[in-house]
């Protein structure tokens, strides 16, 4: 048997992720498309099967280390008759959204082992409620190993800090930095401000209260929350509401059911209302808009793609639908199930959330009236859409049972005022409460 070098594939956009997970032990046997490791980019997590069937011989990375295209990964002794099967590093196949897995690529055996980085983030010891010592939350952030001793020797807790390093890691000035800003303020660890003025929110001690557990969060998680906060801090949001009336709209729905069937597609209101967007986008193009950093000038964008808020156990992603203008409510359908479903599994991967104009985020199959969104920045605006309801509608003369759809739009006020949103979800109010005008 011989053996091989498997390296990290196309990562399909992103240029270094971690290993979050060792698939296998050594001497265990893998099958062809048998998962060797699960990795991480910010935004999702992708398996790296197997191109060979064989035994894993040994891992050449270890869990939290950060890797590249390229990067050996494990060496796998290939069993007779599976050479064949294998694909050179060069032909691996590129990014594939409608693949769950990234195939991964092969090398010559002798290709050299990888170095071990000095700066890779080594997972500690849960270390709970004691001074001068890390918290658990610093398992799980991004910092080397003589960052990290640094910390400890310093009696810093990581997760507070900011990295400053390139993809936000922890360098050793960061956490200098942090200790002078801390000994200036002279309050022994409790600042009154932090970042930016911004009132601290005080540490508690839930335990006194009853028994309580720490939970490190999920990258994604880590990462959207870091994201809100941004867009929360940068964008001076303004949300208008609406309600569109949907009656027509879900009896046409509901009598697709059986061509639906026949398609093998399930279709509900979302598929609509990213089609009506893509239309209010095309006729107001000030919602097709990003602010380039400076503030001095904008980017005006000629393509369509709408960015779809999917919830999942891991946190919350946004698969982006591409040149939506171009599809019909099939398409849109189809697309919408299909990214759900990957987001769900862990399987998108980074290139299938990038590139977005404008975001939805629909809870209409979950409840409520109404949520205010927050921007996806540096896009423009977003819509949030809660449950429909039946409400009684005044048609001039009389009450008449209407299914009315709750919408909020949230918009950037830097680029967007408030004619503007009036006009862009007006139009959408009136597709969605006209579907004649979604095939126009
Ligand atoms: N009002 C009433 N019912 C609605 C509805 C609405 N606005 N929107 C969808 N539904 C119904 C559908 O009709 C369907 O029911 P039927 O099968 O009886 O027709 C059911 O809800 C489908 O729900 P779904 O969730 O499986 O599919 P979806 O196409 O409606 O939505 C997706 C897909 C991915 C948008 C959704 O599953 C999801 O994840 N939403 C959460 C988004 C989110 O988390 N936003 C917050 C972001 S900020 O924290």
Redesign the pocket.
């Known amino acids: 048997m011989a053996n091989r070098t498997v390296v990290v594939p196309d990562l399909g956009g992103a240029e270094t992720v971690d290993v979050i997970e060792l698939s296998l032990a050594v001497g265990d046997s893998i099958d062809i498309e048998g998962s060797l490791v699960v990795l991480e980019s910010d935004k999702a997590t992708m398996d790296v099967p197997s191109p060979v069937a064989g035994e894993l011989v040994s891992y050449l990375v270890a869990e939290g280390d950060s890797v590249k295209v390229g990067d050996p990964i494990a060496e796998v002794a290939v069993s007779t008759g599976s050479e064949s099967e294998a694909e050179p590093a060069e032909e691996a196949p590129k990014e594939d959204v409608t693949t769950l897995s990234t195939p991964a690529a092969v090398t010559e055996a002798e290709q050299p082992a990888p170095e071990v980085k000095p700066d890779h983030a080594m997972p500690n010891p849960v270390i709970d409620s004691a001074e001068a010592v890390p918290s658990a939350l610093d398992t799980d952030v991004y910092a080397g190993p003589a960052v990290r001793l640094l910390a400890r020797e310093l009696g810093v807790t990581l997760s507070e800090i900011d990295g400053s390093g390139p993809r936000g890691r922890i360098i050793k000035d960061d956490v200098n930095n942090f200790v002078k800003h801390r000994l200036t303020q002279g309050s022994a660890g409790q600042p009154a401000v932090s970042g930016a003025g911004i009132p601290a929110v005080p540490a508690v001690d839930f335990a006194q209260f009853g028994p309580v557990e720490t939970v490190t969060m999920t990258k994604i998680q880590k990462v959207t929350a870091a994201n809100m906060h941004r867009n929360w801090l940068n964008v001076p949001h303004v949300t208008q509401f609406d309600d569109a009336d949907i009656t027509d709209l879900e009896v046409f729905r509901k009598n697709l059911k059986a061509e639906a069937e026949r398609r093998g597609i ?1 279709i ?3 598929a609509f209302i990213i089609k009506a967007i893509a239309i209010a986008l095309q006729e107001n193009p000030v919602f097709n808009r990003s602010l380039l950093p400076g503030g001095e000038s904008l980017v005006q964008k000629h393509y369509v793609n709408i960015g ?4 999942t156990e891991r946190g ?1 992603m946004v698969p982006v639908l591409r040149n939506v203008d171009n599809m019909g409510i099939w398409d849109i359908a189809a697309a ?1 199930g299909d990214f ?1 479903a990957k987001a769900r599994a862990g399987k998108l991967m980074p290139a299938d959330m990038q590139g977005g104009c404008f975001t939805l ?6 409840g409520g009236n109404g949520f205010t ?1 927050i921007v996806n920045a540096p896009e423009a605006g977003i819509l949030g ?4 309801q039946m409400k009684p509608v005044w048609d001039g003369d009389e009450f008449q049972p209407r299914l009315m ?1 709750p919408m909020a739009l949230s918009y950037d006020h830097r680029l967007i005022n408030g004619g503007d949103a009036g006009k862009f979800l007006t139009q959408i109010v009136r597709l969605l409460s006209d579907i004649r005008h979604l095939a126009l």
Do not use: E, F, T
């Open positions: 399930k509900s209101p979302v779809m808020a999917v919830d919350l919408v759900a985020s629909s809870l209409g199959a979950i969104p859409v809660s449950k429909s759809l």
